[in-house]
């Protein structure tokens, strides 16, 4: 979960100085007299970067070195001292100095450096770049699923949706090479650079399988905006044999999840629900102060002397510790039940949220599906402006009203009822006949189920680098695909390509 920068205004003036980067230029080559020539294009020299003041390599690690030092939550565990010239990247420093805390699951990478203008795209709007699918691979790791498929994505808009297999990848229809090939020789990695770099108009040729038989389609990447919740199944009223349950899945917590989340729960309202499904099963965290507004609008019961959760810093920095009441909206619901859906996948703000309900609802709130990923902590964003670096680091823990926190396992040890279901993505999410969607619709009808285990969920945020220890599980041995490298976006919506 990431605190709003407006919200530590006075923590942010490191640097105000904004500077560009220079490209290269191009050539080309031609012939004389009648003799004809064939040219081609001479490469495109590599840009040679230009130095821009303040942002050398010791001087960003420096920087990044020092935020840590005054903002760590885990400030005994920081090394008393590191060279920072055994490392040849600004990431590599920083998992260095929080290698203590990451070995006690306490910060699994989640301090790391970012674009300011990647993550600001991605918060404000949902703006990335990509095929506009959430990838999973099976018990095997040498098939791939598609788990989710975004509306404004090309890849819907070229027919691959949820439950359709890529069996194949290739630059052109005459290099493919099969998924299992490509796993055997590069691993799960290798499956994630074989669709390659998250730029506009990079085009991959994909052999599919679907319900509508095996074929090879042609799909460019494309900027596209990430729904939070889909206009397919994002907002439902399920009939359950006359029973009415309102269902609703957000994929992000992100700045446009606002109007959405009020409009869904306005109609929730309207029709006199009470009880819930709250599917997060592949959420991975965003805004705390979108996880706010969705606790609020489930708490209309709830009065503004309740406490919806405990936010602190280390004690050096105990003037920024809040205390967050329920702030009932106009559009809130009062429930009844509520079954929250959630996976390995389902982390931070996601979290948050169903944290939130325990002291209140009690066994009437429980945790659907799998155990979650355990992230209990935030981040808080620090600037270098003139560098484009946004240092997210780890400063606050939350806990809910019974002060109970520090889930680095997962909420299945947490919450007092839960439910173990698989994700099939042989139905759509929100589908009555779907494992998970109709474990919840059970637990509501107060049916009985086999508790979700304790144990250690799946690693969702994942390492710098490693895509095959970064997945997520989903309940039936399948797992997201981690993108090798990734960008703001993914790192809230795991699985993302």
Not at 118 to 133: K, R, T
Not at 396 to 418: D, M
Request: aromatic share 8%.
């Amino acid at each position: 979960m990431s605190m709003n920068i407006r919200r530590l205004g006075a923590m942010t003036g490191l640097a105000a100085m904004i500077a560009g980067c220079g490209g290269g230029d191009s050539s080309s080559a031609g012939g004389t007299g009648n003799v004809p020539v064939v040219t081609t294009p001479a490469p495109t020299p590599t840009p040679t970067p230009v130095a821009v003041a303040g942002c050398s390599l010791r001087e960003r690690q420096d920087w990044a070195a020092a935020q840590l030092r005054e903002w760590y939550l885990f400030p005994e565990t920081l090394p008393a001292s590191l060279d920072p010239g055994a490392y040849s990247t600004v990431d590599d420093y920083i998992d260095a100095m929080t290698a203590t805390a990451r070995s006690q699951s306490r910060d699994r990478y989640f301090t790391y450096l970012t674009s300011i203008a990647e993550e600001n795209a991605y918060y404000e709007s949902g703006s990335s770049a990509g095929l506009g699918v959430r990838l999973g691979t099976d018990s095997t790791q040498r098939r791939l699923f598609v788990i989710e498929a975004f509306e404004n994505g090309p890849a819907l808009a070229a027919g691959i949706d949820r439950g359709t297999e890529i069996l194949a990848i290739g630059t052109s229809s005459s290099n493919l090479r099969t998924v299992g090939d490509i796993a055997a020789a590069s691993g799960l990695s290798g499956v994630s650079d074989a669709l390659g770099p998250d730029t506009v108009g990079t085009t991959r040729f994909l052999r599919i399988a679907d319900a509508g038989g095996t074929r090879t389609v042609s799909v460019a990447k494309s900027d596209f905006a990430l729904t939070p919740v889909s206009s397919r199944y994002g907002t439902q009223v399920i009939n359950d044999g006359g029973r009415r349950v309102g269902y609703l899945n957000l994929r992000t917590f992100i700045s446009t999840a606002d109007p959405a989340l009020r409009a869904a729960f306005a109609t929730f309202k309207a029709q006199g629900i009470s009880d819930f499904i709250v599917d997060f099963r592949y959420n991975g965290g965003g805004l705390i102060q979108i996880a706010e507004l969705m606790s609020d609008l489930l708490g209309g019961n709830r009065s503004t002397a309740d406490v919806l959760s405990y936010t602190t810093f280390r004690p050096e920095k105990s003037e920024f510790n809040e205390t967050r009441y329920f702030m009932p909206q106009p559009q809130s619901v009062v429930p009844n039940r509520i079954a929250f859906i959630g996976t390995g996948g389902t982390a931070s703000a996601s979290e948050l949220v169903i944290n939130s309900f325990i002291p209140y609802l009690h066994g009437r709130a429980a945790l659907i599906g799998t155990n979650t990923y355990g992230k209990p902590v935030g981040q808080i964003g620090l600037d270098k402006a003139a560098c484009d670096d946004r240092l997210r680091v780890v400063a606050l823990a939350t806990q809910n009203s019974a002060r109970q926190g520090a889930y680095y396992t997962g909420l299945a040890g947490t919450v007092e009822a839960s439910c173990r279901a698989d994700d099939d993505i042989s139905y759509p999410m929100g589908n009555p006949q779907e494992a998970s969607t109709r474990a919840a619709l059970d637990f509501l009808a107060g049916r009985s189920c086999t508790p979700i285990s304790a144990s250690v969920s799946g690693q969702a945020q994942g390492g710098r680098n490693a895509a095959q220890s970064a997945n997520a599980g989903l309940g039936d041995e399948r797992t997201l695909l981690i993108p090798t490298r990734r960008a703001p976006a993914q790192r809230d919506v795991p699985g993302l390509f």
